[in-house]
């Protein structure tokens, strides 16, 4: 059973501050999230199958449920190195105007007391099929909600991390500049010293053509952050 919702409603500060995210974790994060809605509707058709008399279709549909609730419950409560709720945005998606959290724990327990109903083969099973079913789509809405958000993320994740890129190229870049001065100034003085200044002559010009090298890369890695 998912956790009271006093529990799951700790979500870390805005922001990714605290956080180890990368690209890698937000493709598991949306992966993950997309995966409900697959994982919903096909607790509802198992469901359907059970009524039916199917064979198989309830063990179906429980292990359906079950891996629809594990995916929500590492998605709120943070499981394997996936974060959990963890800017406000989220915690808004949650817990706030869309109530995610609240709208999938009502489907969860709504499907088990159906298919307690349909191997009960109580009187009450059809009128809970039927709001199974009715429930299905307000809830891929939700859920498809949920995982617009994570994409957002992901994309505001990524510009930061350019930015950081840009920021740390330009740092390098401006060292490297002052690197190649010291360079241009030290030949200057070697030249003037003749003989005596001709292997700190061989150092400086090393040091210009390794400033030169960086130029380069720095160049190379800020088109690749650009064009990303």
Do not use: W
């Not at 993950?32 to 809605?37: C, Y």
């Not at 629809?68 to 105007?97: I, M, N, S, W």
């Not at 327990?109 to 809970?128: C, F, K, N």
């Not at 994740?157 to 840009?166: D, I, S, V, Y």
């Amino acid at each position: 059973m998912l956790e009271d919702a006093s529990i799951a409603e700790r979500p870390r500060e805005d922001g990714f501050a605290g956080v180890k995210l990368s690209g890698d974790v937000f493709g598991a994060l949306i992966n993950l999230s997309g995966r409900r809605r697959f994982t919903s509707q096909r607790v509802v058709l198992y469901a359907v199958l059970a009524s039916m008399g199917h064979e198989g279709a309830v063990a179906t549909a429980r292990e359906t449920l079950a891996l629809f609730r594990d995916a929500h419950v590492t998605l709120v409560e943070g499981k394997g190195g996936l974060p959990g709720v963890f800017c406000a945005q989220l915690r808004d998606a949650y817990f706030g105007v869309l109530q995610g959290d609240r709208v999938i724990r009502d489907f969860i327990a709504l499907a088990e007391s159906t298919l307690d109903a349909i191997v009960g083969e109580g009187r009450g099973a059809p009128a809970l099929l039927d709001e199974l079913v009715r429930t299905a789509t307000s809830l891929l809405s939700v859920l498809n909600g949920l995982t617009l958000v994570y994409e957002e993320q992901s994309k505001r994740h990524a510009q930061l991390q350019k930015r950081q890129l840009q920021v740390m190229m330009g740092d390098i870049k401006t060292i490297a500049k002052q690197a190649r001065m010291v360079a241009f100034n030290a030949q200057i003085v070697a030249a003037r010293a003749g003989e005596a200044g001709k292997e700190f002559s061989v150092v400086a010009s090393s040091m210009t053509l390794i400033t030169g090298e960086i130029d380069d890369l720095v160049h190379e890695a800020l088109n690749g952050a650009l064009a990303c």
